[in-house]
Nanobody
């Protein structure tokens, strides 16, 4: 299996930016499609962004489209989430996820096999 470790979270003011990183380790880790989810206090885990194994196709939730950018560096087995124009409603624990299989669904948390422990992002108003 693959291990995922998120980093880069923190406290920022509304309108600010953060870049999250997810370092993957394990055999053939770079062949996994990867995604970011987030979970705000008292709410369900929510899809944020997805990137295919090649990095050629990305998907975003409507709530972050135009503000967040997902990317990956397979040579480093790392996926990133650049977050700009942050809003207080972006406050959540952000989780990195990965899967080895192909699927038409990218936004369901049940389509991902591996998860990191999460990194806290807090946006103040």
């Amino acid at each position: 299996q693959v291990q995922l470790v998120e980093s880069g979270g923190g406290l920022v003011q509304a309108g600010g930016s953060l870049r999250l990183s997810c370092a993957a380790s394990g055999r053939t880790a770079s062949s996994y499609a990867m995604a970011w989810f987030r979970q705000a206090p008292g709410k369900d885990r929510q899809f944020v962004a997805h990137i295919t194994w090649s990095g050629g196709t990305t998907y975003y939730s409507d709530s972050v489209k135009g503000r967040f950018t997902i990317s990956r560096d397979n040579a480093k087995n790392t996926v990133y989430l650049q977050m700009n124009s942050l809003k207080p409603e972006d406050t959540a624990v952000y989780y990195c996820a990965a899967r080895a299989f192909s699927s038409s669904s990218y936004s369901s948390r049940y389509n991902y096999q591996y998860w990191g422990q999460g990194t806290q992002v807090t946006v103040s108003s």
